[in-house]
């Protein structure tokens, strides 16, 4: 699987998506431990394009790896 592989089924699966987002937005919260849930959900609000562009290859290898199991 390459990044288009993986931006595209991000786009063309609703369950992988919302799957997805929900792994990269933990992992985000993992490095931001310091923020409140309230700044945490306002700063996600702001880096949810970036994290979903950049770890959707991340993420759906995460994804099929989980379903394997």
């Known amino acids: 699987m390459n990044m ?7 786009n ?3 369950e992988l998506r919302q799957w997805a987002e929900e792994w990269l937005k ?3 919260r993992t490095a931001n431990q310091m923020m ?4 945490f959900e306002k700063h996600w609000l702001y880096v ?3 994290r979903m562009h950049e770890g959707a290859l991340e993420a ?3 994804y099929a790896a989980s379903q394997d199991k």
Request: hydrophobic share 25%.
């Open 36 to 39: 409140t849930e309230q700044e």
């Open 48 to 50: 949810r394009p970036e």
């Open 60 to 62: 759906a290898t995460a």
């Open 12 to 14: 063309h699966d609703p």
């Open 26 to 28: 933990d992992k985000e």
């Open 4 to 10: 288009h592989a993986a931006r595209s089924a991000l």
